[in-house]
């Protein structure tokens, strides 16, 4: 099976609750300026600021592996959008919870996507993606993708299309379909279980517990 320890995060959004890798509406203000630009060419903006970061391959004991950190947590949520995510997993469920709750959800759903996939990822990268086509529906856009890469010394192509959404004047991704798996789609399965078993309480709960697990838990 492909290892996954090396993608980029614009593919990889790392487990939220569970052992094993998923792949987890809100509408655009009206003071939002019409939709511009190509989604296709922040994806690469993206990446290739990421690569960069990821080039540096410093011990993860040193100072500068901690601003290492820093960067890549910065980049993600420049183009990674955690509030619309959170809004999609949790669907019906978002417009019953209060403003805190909201809050809360989605800080800690951010935190768990960050240091998951600050877990995965050191040193460079073994892949490289090749855009292939953008389409644009108002303010929604898809962008499809191949990612080549290696693992074990074995070359593998996996199908990418990413969801992305205009907001505050620029393209931000909401979802990544990985061979026709949805992150988001997984997200919002996971969470309904939880939440229509033990309530919303419960699923933040779980969550937190998750963000409190040793660093080297494996999780």
């Not at 052992?19 to 903006?45: N, Y």
């Not at 011990?59 to 949520?77: H, M």
């Not at 800690?108 to 993606?129: A, K, M």
């Amino acid at each position: 099976m492909l290892s996954l320890r090396r993608l980029p995060l614009t593919i990889l959004i790392a487990p939220v609750l569970t052992g094993t890798l998923a792949f987890g509406t809100k509408t655009v203000r009206a003071a939002d300026a019409p939709p511009s630009g190509s989604p296709m060419a922040e994806l690469k903006k993206s990446n290739a600021q990421l690569d960069k970061v990821l080039q540096k391959n410093k011990p993860n004991w040193s100072p500068e592996a901690e601003l290492e950190r820093s960067e890549v947590k910065k980049l993600v949520g420049s183009f990674l959008d955690y509030g619309e995510l959170a809004h999609r997993a949790l669907a019906k469920n978002w417009d019953k919870l209060t403003a805190k709750q909201h809050d809360e959800f989605v800080t800690t759903l951010r935190e768990l996507v960050e240091r998951s996939y600050l877990r995965q990822v050191h040193g460079s990268p073994n892949y490289n993606i090749k855009y292939e086509k953008e389409e644009k529906n108002g303010t929604e856009a898809s962008v499809t993708a191949t990612l080549n890469t290696s693992s074990h010394g074995k070359k593998a192509k996996v199908a990418l299309e990413y969801k992305m959404i205009w907001k505050a004047d620029r393209w931000v991704v909401y979802d990544v379909v990985t061979d026709e798996q949805s992150m988001l789609e997984n997200y919002r399965a996971e969470f309904s279980k939880i939440i229509n078993r033990d309530g919303f309480d419960a699923l933040l709960k779980k969550m937190k517990k998750k963000l409190d697990e040793k660093e080297d838990d494996g999780g």
